[in-house]
């Protein structure tokens, strides 16, 4: 299935094992590359973050995140989902360059596969770019072929 990030944002997360809710999706963590989501937020914030990875979701459905187990929740590790959480490296809203340097403005949206979390697409303000025109998304843009 293809779902958005703005969509996803809110979902519960609930544990598989025991069906307790245990939050809901904050934010998603992608790769450098801006290609795969890495992990979600499911609550607290900057500091107090708590994450899953994303080979612990059991299933991403359009109204509830399965994931393996509490057990599988955990603090930022890596620097990259650190900042992530505190609102340096996002994706909606992030400028789009291509890498000419030209703009072709902000991210509004981003599509994914639930199954393997891979990004599908990202919509700006100029259209829809395919995944394999994007190069990076740093703390300042996404990167994208022109």
Request: net charge negative; glycine share 10%.
């Amino acid at each position: 299935m293809i779902t958005t990030f703005t969509s996803a944002i809110g979902r519960n997360v609930v544990d598989s094992a025991t069906a307790d809710d245990v939050g809901s999706v904050k934010t998603i963590v992608v790769d450098q590359e801006g290609r795969r989501i890495t992990g979600i937020q499911v609550a607290g914030r900057k500091r107090h973050a708590q994450m899953v990875d994303w080979g612990d979701v059991d299933s991403f459905g359009e109204d509830v995140v399965l994931i393996s187990s509490k057990r599988a929740i955990h603090e930022p590790v890596e620097e990259r989902t650190a900042d992530t959480v505190k609102g340096d490296v996002h994706y909606i809203g992030s400028r789009v360059l291509t890498v000419d340097g030209a703009e072709l403005g902000r991210v509004k949206d981003v599509h994914f596969d639930t199954d393997t979390g891979e990004v599908i697409a990202l919509m700006s303000d100029s259209g829809r770019v395919e995944a394999d025109r994007i190069r990076s998304l740093g703390t300042y843009a996404a990167v994208v072929e022109s």
